[in-house]
């Protein structure tokens, strides 16, 4: 009898197909919504494997209803969705995604920075509303981003894609890491300096740090205080290293100029949050990896995951080994 397997979100046929060979596959239907609670409840109580989506809040009361899982594959490079030490506890295993999609999610980041400095949303509502009627001087007129400093805080294989791309616009980088990364300074020529200088120097701050107890909150109010009138901040890591209050009363104080943002503390974010009122924030719904190949790649690696843990192997993207 093979082993049982749930999947909280609608696959592609071709990851369907590659965990059938080895499991019984029961899956939510649904591409849209998340699964509902208490359809998880019940059917953590069955299965022996979780392939799961980082909208899914797989914790404590969740994993202890489980007596015979033996793995949860996160189709995600974070994990803050799942509670590891109750995973662990249990003996459950717990993996995830990451390397695959470095270079998309660098990527978008790259392009919200463009799209935040270039006023381009603003632009391209000014001329679908109507209101392109003449030429002047310093109509949308944004921040130049070539020869422009770039700080980034969080120097892992996102940045340091980032900050290739960077390069290619003569950018001076800086960066800001809790250890240092003398092979990536260089190679790509980039500068490590401590956090109170980056924030003070960089014209645009990308923020690209996991989302644990010791960063929530990396940009608050004083982090904010040290930015440039003219700085931008990106964030594409997730929404709690970001005060999102701070933000909005820098951003209508005019202590930053603008905010480009794809993570949110709470997702999908209110369509009345006060960051999505003013025009000099780019939002987008979490699309950081959403690149075709890169999504499928994504959903391969975990379903190869979750394979080696259900055949009791040990997967190499084990985050509580």
Same mark, same amino acid.
């Given at each position: 009898?093979?082993?049982?397997?749930?999947?909280?979100?609608?696959?592609?046929?071709?990851?369907?197909?590659?965990?059938?060979?080895?499991?019984?596959?029961?899956?939510?239907?649904? *591409?849209?919504?998340?699964?509902?609670?208490?359809?998880?409840?019940?059917?953590?109580?069955?299965? $022996?494997?979780?392939?799961?989506?980082?909208?899914? $809040?797989?914790?404590?009361?969740?994993?202890?209803?489980?007596?015979?899982?033996?793995?949860?594959?996160?189709?995600?490079?974070?994990?803050?969705? @799942?509670?590891?030490?109750?995973?662990?506890?249990?003996? @459950?295993?717990?993996?995830?995604?990451?390397?695959?999609?470095?270079?998309?999610?660098? /990527? =978008?980041?790259?392009?919200?920075?463009?799209?935040?400095?270039?006023?381009?949303?603003?632009?391209?509502?000014?001329?679908?509303?109507?209101?392109? *009627?003449?030429? !002047?001087?310093?109509?949308?007129?944004?921040?130049?981003?070539?020869?422009?400093?770039?700080?980034?805080?969080?120097?892992?294989?996102?940045?340091?894609?980032?900050?290739?791309?960077?390069?290619?616009?003569?950018?001076?980088?800086?960066?800001?890491?809790?250890?240092?990364?003398?092979?990536?300074?260089?190679?790509?020529?980039?500068?490590?300096?401590?956090?109170?200088?980056?924030?003070?120097?960089?014209?645009?701050?990308?923020?690209? %740090?996991?989302?644990?107890?010791?960063?929530?909150?990396?940009? /608050?109010?004083?982090?904010?205080?040290?930015?440039?009138?003219?700085?931008?901040?990106?964030?594409?890591?997730?929404?709690?290293?970001?005060?999102?209050?701070?933000?909005?009363?820098?951003?209508?104080?005019?202590? @930053?100029?603008?905010?480009?943002?794809?993570?949110?503390?709470?997702?999908? %974010?209110?369509?009345?949050?006060?960051?999505?009122?003013?025009? $000099?924030? %780019?939002?987008?719904?979490?699309?950081?990896?959403?690149?075709?190949?890169?999504?499928?790649?994504?959903?391969? =690696?975990?379903?190869?995951?979750?394979?080696?843990?259900?055949?009791?192997?040990?997967?190499?993207?084990?985050?509580? !080994?």
């Amino acid at each position: 009898m093979k082993p049982k397997i749930y999947i909280t979100r609608k696959l592609p046929d071709a990851i369907i197909a590659q965990l059938s060979e080895v499991c019984e596959v029961s899956m939510w239907e649904n *591409e849209e919504e998340p699964v509902p609670r208490e359809v998880l409840e019940k059917e953590m109580q069955q299965v $022996n494997g979780l392939f799961c989506l980082l909208t899914d $809040n797989i914790d404590k009361s969740l994993i202890s209803q489980s007596s015979q899982l033996k793995i949860i594959s996160n189709m995600a490079v974070g994990y803050n969705n @799942i509670d590891i030490e109750a995973a662990t506890e249990k003996g @459950i295993m717990v993996t995830n995604t990451p390397g695959v999609l470095t270079e998309t999610t660098a /990527d =978008l980041t790259f392009a919200l920075l463009m799209a935040t400095a270039r006023r381009l949303i603003e632009a391209s509502d000014y001329l679908h509303e109507g209101k392109w *009627e003449t030429w !002047s001087p310093m109509q949308l007129t944004g921040q130049d981003i070539y020869g422009a400093t770039l700080g980034i805080i969080g120097l892992g294989r996102i940045g340091e894609a980032l900050a290739k791309r960077a390069k290619g616009f003569d950018m001076n980088v800086l960066y800001y890491n809790r250890s240092r990364k003398f092979v990536a300074e260089e190679q790509l020529g980039i500068h490590y300096v401590d956090k109170e200088t980056l924030l003070k120097e960089s014209d645009f701050v990308c923020v690209l %740090v996991p989302f644990t107890p010791e960063t929530k909150n990396t940009i /608050d109010q004083n982090e904010l205080a040290l930015m440039k009138p003219s700085s931008v901040l990106i964030n594409t890591a997730r929404g709690g290293v970001v005060n999102e209050d701070a933000l909005y009363k820098a951003l209508i104080n005019n202590e @930053i100029w603008a905010a480009g943002l794809d993570v949110f503390e709470v997702e999908p %974010v209110p369509s009345d949050h006060p960051l999505l009122k003013l025009p $000099n924030v %780019v939002a987008l719904p979490h699309i950081g990896s959403a690149g075709i190949n890169t999504r499928i790649k994504m959903a391969s =690696l975990a379903a190869s995951n979750l394979i080696e843990g259900i055949l009791g192997r040990i997967p190499k993207h084990l985050v509580n !080994s």
